[in-house]
């Protein structure tokens, strides 16, 4: 998460497991929040990650039954 004003990273995050993550669709959920639509694993999921550095599922992980790639998650914009 970058510093909106400076563009300074405010928040990293960093798996402790062997595996790539990858992150789409990002959107501010309210001014501390930014839920993400994740690729893991075959699994596709909604997480929501905090500038206090947390991160909890939104949405659980459900497979990717094609293999496509194709998220089944949309995020709204404003």
Do not use: C, N
Request: aromatic share 10%; proline share 6%.
């Amino acid at each position: 998460m970058l510093d909106l004003r400076s563009g300074e990273p405010e928040r990293t995050f960093a798996s402790t497991r062997k595996a790539t993550t990858t992150y789409f669709d990002e959107v501010w959920e309210d001014a501390t929040h930014i839920p993400a639509v994740t690729y893991r694993g075959g699994e596709f999921a909604i997480v929501r990650l905090g500038l206090d550095g947390s991160m909890e599922y939104a949405v659980a992980p459900v497979a990717d039954p094609d293999g496509d790639m194709e998220s089944p998650f949309r995020l709204q914009t404003r």
